[in-house]
């Protein structure tokens, strides 16, 4: 079964969490740990590719490079952030296409102008939803494999509101797309209206677990129990990474010695078993 078709496998099951992995070790830990899927954050590889904040920053190639270092990582399904589709209806054709021969199983495409913004910060702007809906058109009439999950997102609340934002994924479900997801919702009533009009239209509903203070903390549960059939964790591995190695280095330039910061390590062995130095030697030495 292909990852994709195992990516629609999974809401046979729900709730699932897609979980952010923002380079191929991260990848490989979300694999090893059990997580069903991977998400690629748009706002995690502005961070780690270019050392920036989420600003559309990243060409559409730099991006297909990223989730394609990411995929050859892992076996499982990829949900990889596709912004505003860099462009117009021909460019999201190419978005689509890129992604699928970078290994990714689903993406979303949002309805922002560019420049585009992460989610969560303000000052973001919308082009009219007659337009989006031509964006989708045009990426499911390019899409390859029928199993590649194409997901509507909106970012109308903190623009227009939330009756905009469920009416433009009203419109987007009449495209024939596969999933729908309202960005940022402030509110539990925000998440139960949204469930309450978009769950007739059959299509699983995504919610964002991302810790950035717009919407509430739920678990996967609670988000389920909303309506909810699956949740991102998008960006919390990369901010644990920032943390830690941070903390580390600090410790580090204080005491200048690896003694003072031999317990926040992994050992050698242990990371060159997590990358497979074993099954590398085995295989280099089959052909020695």
């Known amino acids: 079964m292909s990852r994709s078709a195992r990516f629609r496998e999974l809401f046979k099951t729900p ?3 897609c979980m952010g992995a923002h ?3 991260t990848a490989r830990l979300a694999e090893q740990t059990g997580a069903p ?8 590889a502005c961070a780690i590719v270019a050392g920036q904040p989420d600003f559309g920053v990243l060409t559409q190639t730099e991006m297909f490079e990223h989730i394609r270092r990411i995929c050859r990582a892992t ?3 990829v949900f990889a952030d596709a912004d505003t589709g860099y462009g ?3 460019d999201c054709q190419r978005t689509i296409q890129l992604w699928e021969e970078a290994g990714a199983s689903v993406l979303h495409l949002e309805d922002q102008a560019m420049p585009k913004k992460c989610g969560h910060f303000a000052g973001k702007e919308l082009i009219p939803a007659a337009e989006m809906q031509q964006k989708l058109r045009a990426m499911l009439d390019a899409r390859r494999d029928p199993n ?15 009756k905009d934002a469920i009416d433009r994924l009203e419109a987007y479900a009449k495209t024939g797309v596969d999933g729908l997801y309202a960005d940022a919702p402030e509110s539990i009533e925000h998440l139960k209206e ?3 009009r978009l769950k007739p239209y059959g299509k699983p509903l995504l919610f964002n677990m991302a810790r950035s203070g717009k919407s509430p903390y739920l678990s996967l549960k609670e988000a389920h129990a909303l309506g909810f059939a699956y949740s991102l964790l998008p960006i919390e591995p990369m901010f644990a990474m ?4 941070k903390e580390m280095m600090e410790i580090f330039m204080r005491e200048g010695s690896t003694n003072a910061i031999a317990d926040r390590l992994t050992s050698f062995a242990d990371f060159n078993d997590f990358v497979g130095l074993s099954d590398v030697v085995a295989r280099s030495e089959k052909y020695a």
């Open 15 to 17: 709730p699932f969490v």
């Open 23 to 25: 380079d191929a070790v």
């Open 37 to 44: 899927a991977i998400y690629v954050s748009g706002f995690a």
């Open 75 to 77: 076996t499982l399904p």
């Open 88 to 90: 117009g209806v021909l």
């Open 148 to 162: 590649f999950f194409i997901v509507a997102r909106t970012d109308a609340i903190a623009v227009t509101g939330i």
């Open 194 to 196: 949204i469930s309450r």
């Open 242 to 245: 920032h943390k830690a190695v």
